[in-house]
């Protein structure tokens, strides 16, 4: 069975940085488009980024361009998000997902999910 299992979360202050990754397993994932999404409290969720099977393609979005890096290694398993230059509105849970289909901001694409990772930015 397919499982994805963030991790790297915590309290950080503005300006700071976080390192979150996702482990998966029970797919091809070389194969598998990989996003991070994000959930604020009261708020939807809203893409954050995605990068194509082999890391050739990312997709960023606006808010977070310039501040966030996404990557994989395939050879592992896992697809990482560098969080720089931290905000208080990046407060939320940080979810990732996988598509086995290109490079997409669309959650309905997405089938399959983490549990999620609480990232807290300070001021």
């Known amino acids: 069975q397919v499982q994805l299992v963030e991790s790297g979360g915590g309290l950080v202050q503005a300006g700071g940085s976080l390192r979150l990754s996702c482990a998966a397993s029970?797919?091809?994932?070389?194969?598998?488009?990989m996003g991070w999404f994000r959930q604020a409290t009261g708020k939807e969720r809203e893409f954050v980024a995605a990068?194509?099977?082999?890391?050739?393609?990312?997709n960023v979005a606006d808010s977070v361009k310039g501040r966030f890096t996404i990557s994989r290694d395939n050879a592992k398993n896992t697809v990482s998000l560098q969080l720089n230059s931290l905000k208080p509105e990046d407060t939320a849970v940080y979810y990732c997902?996988?598509?086995?289909?290109?490079?997409?901001?669309?959650?309905?694409?997405?089938?399959?999910w983490g549990q999620g990772t609480q990232v807290t930015v300070s001021s």
């Open positions: 029970g797919l091809t994932f070389s194969r598998y488009t």
């Open positions: 990068i194509s099977w082999i890391g050739s393609n990312t």
């Open positions: 997902a996988a598509t086995n289909t290109v490079v997409t901001r669309a959650t309905a694409r997405y089938d399959y």
